[in-house]
């Protein structure tokens, strides 16, 4: 009878005991991910004093990766979300004979938050995977360990410049992108709807506000925060291996865009909250 017990009762504790080691294994993550956060602030409060190792070269290298170089994969990616967003409002309000709001469905959708969410989930498979996978390199070569032996801080040299570039590209991006899609669903109202270029742009800008505006840059400008830390954090915390290079960057993806997601559920919620 005791045997048969312990049988129905060892499931129920091997699943208690795994749900305890993930609750450890995520609040041990949390602790180190916000040791993180608060090394980069204490990095930018010694780059603003001018006492630290970040130099503006290597800043003004991130911004052309992170920036200029992304500018032609956001612009496609934005402009056939564009294309497919008045398809399918030109196809549903045809039946009501509200075409014409096609434009407002576009515009609003784009710069609220599709623009937004769009280009970081470009950034976060581009930039993100290739911060994750560099720092990742320097550690498998011991480069970082030279560093820290001449003592340098691989947050200041390495991580800041990143964080920097990718927070100051992304408003920037997501407005790019929010353009292009506008232009996009242009494309699709003069080619199917018969609507000129001055009614379409007229629309548009009847529907927009600089509350959507806001939310969107603001929307761009956390996620760059989000993508560029995640990828550092994976690439400083990845294995001195090829594997586990691979396994940093594939992290990295997803942790940018997981973080992505849920700084947007979280806006959501604060914006209606505040009827904004």
């Given amino acids: 009878m005791r045997r048969r017990d312990t049988y129905f009762h060892k499931p129920s504790s091997d699943m208690l005991e795994r749900i305890g080691n993930g609750a450890i294994s995520i609040a041990g993550c949390v602790r180190e991910i916000t040791k993180f956060v608060f090394q980069i602030f204490h990095a930018l409060r010694v780059m603003i004093w001018r006492r630290g190792v970040t130099r503006r070269i290597d800043l003004w290298i991130e911004i052309d990766k992170a920036g200029l170089r992304a500018i032609p994969i956001v612009c496609l990616i934005s402009f056939m979300i564009g294309l497919i967003i008045a398809f399918v409002g030109h196809m549903q309000l045809e039946m009501f004979g509200a075409e014409i709001y096609v434009a407002a469905l576009v515009a609003i959708s784009m710069i609220r938050i599709l623009g937004a969410v769009m280009t970081g989930i470009i950034m976060a498979g581009r930039t993100g995977a290739s911060y994750a996978a560099e720092i990742a390199t320097m550690r498998v070569n011991e480069e970082i360990d030279a560093l820290k032996t001449m003592g ?122 505040l009827d904004i």
Avoid at 210 to 221: I, P, Q, T
Wanted: hydrophobic letters at 60%; proline letters at 2%; one cysteine or more.
């Fill in 152 to 273: 340098i801080s691989p947050i200041q040299f390495l991580v800041l410049p990143r964080v920097l570039a990718l927070t100051i590209t992304m408003p920037i991006l997501t407005i790019i992108a929010d353009i292009v899609a506008i232009f996009g669903g242009m494309c699709v109202a003069i080619a199917i709807m018969n609507v000129s270029i001055a009614e379409y742009w007229q629309t548009t800008m009847d529907w927009l506000s600089f509350n959507n505006f806001a939310v969107g840059v603001l929307h761009g400008w956390l996620f760059g925060w989000v993508i560029a830390i995640a990828g550092c954090w994976c690439g400083m915390r990845s294995k001195r291996t090829a594997d586990g290079v691979g396994r940093a960057t594939t992290r990295a993806v997803v942790s940018g865009i997981v973080g992505c997601i849920v700084v947007t559920a979280i806006l959501t919620l604060v914006f209606n909250w």
